[in-house]
């Protein structure tokens, strides 16, 4: 298993001056007629707000009482690591025990670039998910690598992990947040404003170009 450096940091969420890859903010899922809940059949995989990318959900209870998902739901969201000046207005939430072990997974073609981040923010009550698992995988999910982990249940938090060199360049990046611990059939846990970020990667041309600039700037010095 590779060594990645790792960040998870409360509080402090966005990579310095990377370029956003995929951004999703869940503000368009508002809650569904006569439900209650905001996730209809058919919402997922789920296209970015802004950039390019896909989210989609893997082993989870997919309870369908009549049109609108069961087991998710659209609470109220946060402006905590927004972009654009985008509203607090909705959230994406798994509900329940029965979804113990679901996964949300993040995909998105990082091929032209790498120093891969991922920030978002997250909300667990008191009988939701203890535990987020963060991983990535680069073969569509059979084989998924953790690289660190959140254990607690807190009020809206940001969040930041780096993914070290493991998604550089990588066309099919997959970055999985995998929930459990929730303890009832109403615990949960919010995520909102959701980003991937990373460096593009210096075509040889371009670094050809920086080198020559340095060197001009070393022959002037002199």
Known sequence: ??????????????????????YWNQN???????SGFGFEVGDFPQAADAGAGSWDLANWDTSDPGGAYAT????????????????S???????GDTNNGASVV??????LFENI????????????????????????GATVTSI????????WTLYNFGFGSALDGVTNAQIWLTFDGATSSNGNNRLDNVQSNGD??????????VALGGLVAARRRR
């Open 117 to 140: 981040t991922l920030d978002f923010a997250r909300r667990a009550t008191s009988t939701g998910y203890d535990s987020v698992d963060v991983g990535y995988s680069t073969d569509g």
């Open 200 to 209: 593009v990667i210096p075509t040889p041309a371009s670094a050809a170009l």
């Open 89 to 95: 207005n909705i959230s994406f939430a798994f509900l």
């Open 28 to 34: 368009d899922n508002g809650l569904s007629g006569g």
């Open 1 to 22: 298993m590779k060594t990645l450096a790792i960040i998870a940091l409360a509080g402090v969420a966005g990579a310095a001056n990377a370029d956003l890859i995929a």
């Open 72 to 87: 998710i739901d659209s609470f109220g969201g946060t402006t905590r690591g927004a972009l654009f000046g985008d509203s």
């Open 148 to 155: 660190g982990s959140i254990n607690n249940r807190d009020d």
């Open 106 to 111: 993040l995909s998105f073609d990082a091929t």
